[in-house]
């Protein structure tokens, strides 16, 4: 049974979802909306709302993408936004959440659903998880309650922006360590609202990302000035963020590191500070060995997740505010992206 009331657009980027085996190895497979078409009419389930299918034309396995990639998924919702109800993004559970938090910050104070989803077991497998996946994500944007970017994977709605991918092969494979669900098939819809986004206004802008404006270097044990060094004498890249231990620990004995961090700084690279862990944030003034970072104008990237603050900071710099206007912007929640 079809609900006919809600008009949706499922946009397919690539992914398992729509592969096949190759014999060495899943491959996108040929006409894959002819046949999630058929394997949603035969697959008997209520109320789903009359969906179009579109493919993007050049289809990828997400382990391949790169941050053009969000200008073109966004420059096709943008094309279509006021066709539809809202839209089901298909897409690689790799990257689905550097992804999910781009869509957030090129559609802020969005009104309609924008839900990523994708399965990580082929649909053209008997025991795929994509019709459950999909089915849902139809039902959230239905709905029309989560008017946001998410992620709807294994019975949960997730603040895009707050997704991570958590386990490589299991089904309830993305989780938002520190947000609660917006929404799981099971728990009432009501509690979940204290979770949606404040009012904001409305900003679409689609701008044309440069791969290589963001690095992202994990601090570890043992990590060596030289390291760094060379990283930064090369200039192709605007901003860094650092993937640091616990509340945002640096070493501070080998001082050549801090000071190649300053180096940075002054010559206006803007360094983020995002930390390892999977719960909690970043606040740099708790050990000497973080409030360092504070002193050399080290932005702390709160408890975003690296994909947020990678995607956040493509966003900023390819909107080309200024690195202060950036390190500022960082700071301020677009999208619900980070705890105040
Ligand atoms: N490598 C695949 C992709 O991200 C994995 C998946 O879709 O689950 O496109």
Redesign the pocket.
């Known amino acids: 049974m079809t609900d006919s009331q809600h008009k949706v657009l499922i946009l397919y980027t ?4 729509g592969m096949k085996d190759s014999g060495e190895g899943f491959v996108p497979m040929d006409n894959f909306g002819d046949f999630f078409k058929r394997k949603i009419d035969e697959s008997d389930r209520l109320s789903i709302p009359s969906f179009e299918f579109k493919s993007l034309d050049s289809l990828i ?3 391949n993408l790169v941050p053009m990639n969000w200008t073109f998924i966004g420059q096709r919702l943008l094309k279509l936004w006021d066709d539809y109800d809202g839209f089901v993004v298909l897409h ?4 689905m959440a550097y992804t999910a938090s781009a869509l957030s910050f090129m559609f802020q104070g969005l009104n309609k659903p924008v839900v990523l989803t ?3 077991i082929p649909l053209c497998k008997n025991e795929s998880d994509a019709l459950d996946n999909v089915v849902h994500a139809l039902q959230v944007v239905a709905e029309q309650k989560i008017n946001e970017v998410s992620i709807c994977f294994d019975g949960k709605v997730l603040r895009g922006n707050r997704s991570t991918k958590v386990k490589s092969a299991a089904l309830d494979a993305f989780n938002s360590p520190n947000l609660p669900w917006l929404n799981a098939k099971d728990i009432d819809t009501e509690t979940a609202d204290i979770f949606l986004l404040p009012n904001v206004t409305r900003q679409f802008l689609v701008p044309e990302f440069d791969c290589n404006a963001v690095l992202v270097l994990q601090i570890y044990p043992g990590i060596s000035a030289q390291a760094f060094e060379g990283i930064f004498s090369s200039n192709s890249f605007k901003a860094i963020i650092i993937q640091t231990y616990g509340m945002g620990n640096t070493p501070n004995i080998d001082s050549s590191l801090l000071r190649i961090l300053k180096r940075a700084a002054e010559a206006g690279i803007i360094v983020v500070n995002i930390t390892q862990c999977m719960v909690g944030g970043v606040n740099q003034s708790t050990y000497s060995t973080g409030s360092h970072m504070q002193d050399l104008g080290v932005v702390s990237g709160g408890d975003m997740t690296l994909e947020a603050a990678f995607a956040k900071l493509h966003y900023l710099i390819a909107c080309q505010y200024t690195s202060s206007q950036v390190k500022q912007k960082m700071l301020t929640a677009f999208a619900g992206e980070i705890s105040p």
């Open positions: 690539g992914g398992t979802i396995d997400s382990a690689g559970t790799d990257t994708g399965s990580q």
